[in-house]
């Protein structure tokens, strides 16, 4: 019985046990899911509180943009997203789609002023910018044609499959500052040459900081980097005066296929090597002191090129500036003599002045290693050395002239002299020559078949060379070096000039159109640059810059 009623008892307790534990677990699973309801509910309503915050911010982020563009708009807003085309053309003038035009029309952009952009790289990393003025509105629809100094700003390197950017309409300050920094050296070598990047910037209607600017002169080419600008970092160069300072380049370039003008100084002599068909250039400067002297014709200017090998020569250029590379087409004074070479720059030519002088090395023959130096010497000496020789020759008066040699010779000794003379003594019977040779020299004597000149015999082949094989020059005529020399210097349409009204290294072309102009002695540019209209600084009346001299002398009474 007593067991019967503890077996009854110990499962009453188990079941009892076992209810609880169940119940305790319950209890536990109904906490867990609250708590992961509470979880989850607090995910969802972060959640919704992020996405309601990047809502907000967003917002807050296009109206910020919205605010910014129309400051930078002054009012305008405009942005498109076009695919980048290149165009042949000068300056950074894009062309946009018709669409562009009649959205711009609309919002009043044209009243406004000149219409700037600033255009954007997408999808790309360096997030390339820079500004643009535009051309015309005749792209095709989804397209902006870039020209040159566009492109290779946004695109240094090569660019992508599709180059897509973004055009945006901003207002930008007149600019009133800028430094440049030309990547080449001799870009300050060009005769003014600020006139010269002011002409290049008349094709321009922006600057941004960090583009780099191309500055052609002539067949020379900058690359002018810009490093500051003011009053903003991107400035309108329209209608405006800029005050531009140029820096040197940081380092010499490793490697140009460009000349360069290395500085020579009076009497410290430079070394170099030329190689066969290249040219070497220097340069010097006639200060006012010097050309003192000079014009004063006790002092002269020698140029002098030295080398020592044999079997090697190299010619002698120089030219005056604004011809800042002799050529052996166009130079002004040159020297084809065998071996070492001087020229002599003195005050009885009038092609020599103050200024600032190139002189080339041209390698005809070989790799010549050479010394060249420019010096000027006192030639008051030998002048008084040639009075008193001329003063004595005209106290022997009793002289009678040599049948052989045709000198005067004292009648005294003139039997002793004829007799060596025509023993050891030949006069060339070449027309017009009449040098007197030694027996021995007689066979190294030679003249040229075409001009008549006097050379040793080593010397005609180079003669026939350089002077009378037919040269062609780029405009088509055929001529040899002496006339070559003066058609490209006078008569040559394609002879590069500088302008006289903006200064820049431009092809002569064709005689002016209108009549004053080609009495005026104006070429082709010379006749449409010297159109544009400038205000007189005396009466601030708009004149055309090539009547501005007329002007002057009716209106104002000026000489």
């Known amino acids: 019985m007593d067991f019967e009623l503890r077996r009854a008892r110990e499962k009453l307790e188990k079941e009892q046990k076992e209810r609880k534990e169940k119940a305790r677990l319950k209890l536990e699973r109904e906490r867990k899911a609250k708590q992961e309801a509470l979880r989850q509910r607090e995910a969802i309503e972060a959640a919704q509180r992020s996405r309601r915050i990047d809502a907000m911010e967003a917002e807050i982020k296009v109206n910020q943009q919205m605010e910014e563009n129309l400051l930078a708009g002054r009012g305008i807003m405009f942005h498109r997203v076009l695919e980048a085309v290149p165009y042949h053309g000068n300056g950074d003038k894009i062309k946009l789609p018709p669409s562009c035009f009649t959205e711009l029309s609309e919002q009043g952009a044209f009243d406004k002023g000149p219409l700037h952009f600033q255009l954007s790289l997408m999808h790309q990393e360096d997030n390339k910018t820079t500004h643009a003025g535009v051309l015309e509105f005749t792209a095709e629809e989804g397209f902006v044609g870039l020209p040159p100094h566009i492109w290779s700003n946004l695109f240094p390197t090569n660019p992508p499959n599709t180059s897509m950017i973004e055009a945006r309409y901003v207002w930008l300050p007149k600019g009133t500052y800028a430094k440049l920094q030309p990547d080449e050296f001799g870009f300050s070598d060009i005769p003014n040459h600020k006139a010269v990047l002011e002409t290049s910037l008349r094709q321009h209607a922006t600057l941004s900081q960090h583009d780099v600017l191309t500055v052609n002169h002539g067949v020379l080419s900058y690359h002018l980097r810009v490093l500051e600008l003011k009053p903003s970092s991107s400035v309108s160069v329209l209608e405006t005066d800029i005050e531009v300072d140029i820096v040197g380049p940081d380092s010499a370039p490793s490697s140009t296929n460009q000349h360069v003008l290395r500085p020579l100084l009076f009497g410290k002599p430079e070394s170099g090597t030329v190689e066969e068909g290249d040219y070497i250039y220097y340069k010097f400067s ?196 002496e006339q070559m020399v003066q058609h490209q210097s006078t008569d040559c349409p394609l002879r590069l000039i500088t302008c006289r009204f903006c200064g820049d290294m431009v092809q002569a072309g064709t005689s002016a159109s209108d009549v004053r102009d080609r009495l005026r002695g104006l070429s082709e540019h010379e006749s449409l640059c010297g159109s544009r209209t400038a205000p007189c600084d005396s009466c601030g009346r708009a004149v055309m810059l090539k009547e501005m001299d007329i002007h002057q002398i009716a209106v104002h009474q000026k000489n």
């Open 286 to 481: 006639i200060d006012n002191d010097t050309w003192g002297r000079v014009s004063s014709g006790d002092w002269e200017i020698e140029v002098k090129m030295e080398s020592e090998a044999q079997d090697v020569d190299t010619d002698l250029y120089i030219s005056r500036h604004p011809l800042l590379f002799p050529t052996r087409h166009q130079h002004g004074w040159s020297s084809h003599d065998v071996g070492s070479k001087a020229l002599v720059l003195s005050s009885k030519d009038q092609s020599v002045g103050p200024g600032t002088y190139s002189i080339g090395l041209y390698g005809f023959k070989g790799t010549t290693k050479y010394q060249v130096s420019v010096t000027i010497h006192d030639n008051s000496n030998s002048k008084v050395g040639q009075q008193v020789a001329s003063s004595s020759s005209v106290m022997e008066v009793d002289t009678v002239e040599c049948s052989n040699c045709k000198h005067y010779i004292p009648s005294r000794t003139i039997a002793l002299h004829e007799a060596y003379c025509r023993r050891h003594n030949v006069t060339c019977k070449h027309a017009g020559c009449g040098v007197v040779l030694r027996n021995e020299e007689v066979k190294n004597h030679v003249h040229c078949d075409k001009c008549g000149q006097a050379f040793q015999k080593g010397e005609i082949e180079k003669h026939m060379k350089v002077f009378h094989e037919p040269l062609q020059c780029p405009c088509g005529i055929v001529l040899e070096k």
